[in-house]
């Protein structure tokens, strides 16, 4: 199908964009029953709902003949709900606080009187929402300013159980913000969607989703957020966490709020212990500055007319680095570290953002956003920053996001009190440029030493030195639907329609230098430059779903169609060091997947008073994909961009004496890892018809739950929740240029080593070694992995949660998760060229990274089933938060925990040839200055410390008329713990030496001042 059919479809996702639309996933709901003194349902009641966060001021339905009502996409705010009918007296339900998502259940009983006789109920939000399935958290505008959190995505890991933020683990900011990949309940951080309003902010470059995001929104312009975690509404069709940042609106009268808070080194307290002075720390991360100003505004332009919100901030956070320096000598061949210069880390924001919503008449409504932001990622690839990697300062990257801008323009209609119209388009402008570190000339070679995995002297990777050669993606989203919403129906129907144009020049030095002991030991080519783009012509998703009630009993029964189109335009490259100017034709009809996805789920409502919900849920999502799945057959990625051969430095001078372009051993050098490199014509790569085009063809994951929501008492409520996922539609790379037949076993002998299982010094066996004859032989071909056996891969987990706001303001929330992933492809890796212990292709933009696979945590090749089945023990993580007033003098106390299971630890180990070879019975296939890696500890076996944090924040607030003003203390880590969030993994001298250390305590002063 061609970009003629992918026209056809755009102008139909327009087309039903022009249909009435309902509300998108922020819609709140209030809903309930009428009846009156006698139990008999009141058909023909008025309902109002009025709030103040509502333009519109007031949204009116009539009760059906069920006596049913339901009032849908609601703001969240404090409301008031009003029951009329002729001949009955008025009653009124005030103080109903509504967040995102939720349906809030209304019951009303009237009786017979005048219209002077209005009954006003004030009392509890109900806290059970007994309609909805979706697992949700919300980050309510009270959370955001009064606990103490760095309001980013990393500090949300915080508060929910479960989610996971990997090593970007926040002390007051000491993280950041930056693109990360959040995940819960065995998700992925990849298929991890940001919505603004509604609507989608991520860039639609590779898999679109995860750490693909370049906009952070600004707190002070945001009303509350919501984290959907399980059970995601159909509007999403990945199952990884859905963050919906719910924008202000303004009002009818000026309000905002003024912010300043920050920290130094001399407000830390030092937490290096003996213990990580034994693994090789004489430092941990301390902070140079984290700070945050920000002043925002809003208010009427015309009053119950035109409202505006706008907001300035700039921000960030500088640390050193635990136990990292710059080196004394940029260039020299070894790294020495220069004690006086501790390697920094630096994330720094600035941005602007404004809104505005104007009520044109009685029905309509149209926002506009714009955001536009700069930030300087400046040490890109230390340990701690946003995308780390053992690596000096000097080798780490200069990544300049700049301008990056995001646009969002709404239209809503409510056509009556039962047909509501929604229709929407956005805009995101990625523009990353990543340089070299300044000083770095573009001729130094990077080095990685293979005994400790530290790469220095430079970059393995930038952009082009342009803006017009950075990493830039214009994404473009539309989103529509229709709603017809009665008292036990709320049917709807919609679309998104995706589409972007990711470019970029990748740049990266053509040769790379591997030394083992601090010799070279295997060098890596590189067909530089890269010009690589890429066509998301098309991802549609259309969906109908429907909410209804039957008596106790409501079902939310959807189902949602997912197109996927993407193609590749004519490409030309310039010629590199290794490989001539490139020219490649346009590639159509790259990918072209269908799916029926189906989302099931029912609440029941048990004892029929609101307060006790059992909810089952059985949903089918897609994992991430967007303009990466053209790479499945773009000559820029299927081509070979990298080999790896073996180098002896026989004479010392650091230079691979032997000719470079011939693929065979020769001089200095073993034979490259793959014969085709730089031929323009051949590709290691191809793809199953099968993996990229047809029905049901995708990655995909399904997911079940069955939870009970109890309300234990007026505010305060509690959950357990059974979680189970399982992946399906796996896909693997088998390089049929070789047989299992080609491969020779060989053992090791582990090192004698008190940390290793057993104390080491025993023989691990089943590594195998390829051929000779048939290394450098690469033909992968990705099919799905169920043609050669069964692969599974298994979650399962319990959430217990708990919910309470007491008198005065006091609030307590959070639990515990418990849970594991099992996986297993023993039944695959052998009858495949591919590597054990490690998930298969996942998605057609991995090849671009990983030629077909995902890394291997154990290092094996084929056919070994060595750690092929992993099962790590069930483990536990535990999150409270909560919030006191004392009852003097404006003062308040507020605090997180965290427990949270320590990092993974494995042990890879690059072994010589001289030590391999007696039991190989030949040398390496790669030569005998070859290296092999090998996994010495089973994935899953092994962990680290657990971590255990506590910060505290004591603020005094101080009213003056309008103007509130707040002033806060925080102590960040109180019990200035050190655990280890990261360490090095490789077998060595410098093996679990920490890389990441939980900062030490420190004070952050701040004041906010509303107004």
Partial sequence: ?????????????????????????????????????????????????????????????????????????????????????????????????????????????????????????????????????????????????????????????????????????????????????????????????????????????????????????????????????????????????????????????????????????????????????????????????????????????????????????????????????????????????????????????????????????????????????????????????????????????????FPSSYGQLKWKDVVSNKLLVEAGVSVNIMNWQVHPEPGVGQDVIPVTELTTGLTYRAATFNTGPHQDEALHT???????????????????????????????????????????????????????????????????????????????????????????????????MPAGRFVPARDYAAVPNVVAWNELVPRLGAAYDLFGNGKTAIKATLNKYLNAEASGASNARNPTITQVAAVVRAWGDANGNYNPDCDLLNPDANGECGPMSDRNFGKQAAYSTTYDPAVTHGWGQRNNNWETTVGIQQELRSGLSASATYFRRWFGNYAVADNRAVAPSDYDPYCVTAPVDPRLPGGGGNQICGFYDLNPAKFGQVDNYVTFADHYGKLTDVYTGVDLTVNMRLPRGATLQGGLNTGREVSDNCDVVGKVDMSAATLPVTSTSFVYYFGGGLPSLSGVASPSTLYCHIAPPFQTDVKLSGLYPLPWWGVALSATFQSIPGPPIVATAVYPNALIEPSLGRPLGAGVNGTATVQLVAPGTLYGDRLNQVDLRVMKTVTAGKTRIKGSLDLYNLFNVSPVLALNNQYGPAWQRPLVVLPGRFVKVGVQVDF
């Fill in 474 to 572: 214009r994404s473009t989203y539309f989103t529509g639907a229709v709603a017809y919403v009665t008292g036990s129906h709320n049917f709807k129907v919609g679309t998104n329609l995706s589409r972007s144009t990711p470019k970029w020049t990748y740049d990266a030095k053509p040769l790379d230098y591997l030394f083992y002991g601090g010799a070279p030991a295997a060098l890596v080519m590189q067909a530089m430059p890269i010009i690589y783009r890429s066509n998301l012509n098309a991802a549609l998703g259309t969906y109908a779903q429907d909410q209804w009630t039957i008596k106790k009993l409501t079902l939310n029964l959807g189902v949602r169609h997912e197109y996927l189109n993407a193609d590749v335009p004519e490409q030309s």
């Fill in 1 to 401: 199908m061609g970009r003629e059919r992918v026209g056809r479809v755009a102008a139909l996702a327009c087309v039903v964009m022009l249909l009435p639309a309902t509300a998108l996933a922020q819609g709140s709901s209030i809903a309930g029953v009428v009846r009156d003194s006698t139990g008999g349902v009141l058909p023909g009641v008025t309902v109002e709902a009025a709030s103040p966060v509502l333009i519109e001021k007031v949204r009116t339905v009539v009760t059906d003949d069920q006596g049913l009502y339901r009032i849908t996409d609601l703001r969240p705010g404090t409301y008031t709900v009003t029951f009329t009918l002729a001949g009955f007296g008025p009653v009124k339900r005030d103080g109903l606080e509504l967040t995102t998502n939720f349906t809030a259940t209304v019951n009303a009983e009237l009786k017979v009187g005048g219209l002077a006789e209005t009954i006003t109920v004030s009392g509890q939000t109900p806290v059970v929402d007994v309609e909805n399935v979706v697992q949700q958290r919300i980050i309510s505008r009270e959370t955001l300013d009064t606990l103490p959190t760095a309001k980013s995505i990393q500090s949300f890991g915080a508060l929910i159980p479960g989610m996971q933020v990997g090593t970007n683990q926040d002390v007051g900011g000491t993280s950041g913000d930056s693109p990360v990949g959040t995940a819960i309940h065995g998700g992925r951080g990849s298929d991890q969607h940001i919505f603004y309003d509604g609507m989608r902010t991520n860039n639609l470059h590779f898999g679109g989703g995860g750490a693909n995001q370049s906009i952070f929104f600004n707190p002070a312009s945001i009303q509350e957020i919501s984290l959907e975690v399980g059970n995601l509404g159909i509007q999403s069709e990945t199952g990884g966490i859905v963050i919906n940042v719910i924008p202000k609106d303004g009002g009818n009268g000026f309000s905002g709020s003024v912010v300043a808070n920050g920290a130094n080194g001399s407000m830390q307290s030092d937490n290096l212990t003996d213990e990580l002075r034994a693994r090789g720390l004489d430092s941990t991360t301390t902070i140079r500055n984290v700070f945050d100003l920000n002043g925002s505004l809003g208010g009427p332009i015309v009053k119950d007319k035109l409202w505006f919100y706008a907001g300035v901030r700039r921000w960030g956070n500088e640390n050193y680095v635990a136990g990292l320096y710059f080196s004394k000598d940029p260039l020299a061949w070894t790294y020495t570290p220069d004690a006086n210069r501790p390697a920094l880390d630096q994330n720094l924001h600035s941005s602007a953002n404004a809104r505005m919503t104007w009520q044109v008449n009685k029905n309509n409504k149209i926002s506009f956003a714009l955001e536009r932001q700069n930030q300087c990622l400046c040490y890109t690839g230390v340990p701690g920053s946003w995308a780390p990697s053992n690596t000096t300062p000097e080798a780490s990257q200069y990544t300049h996001n």
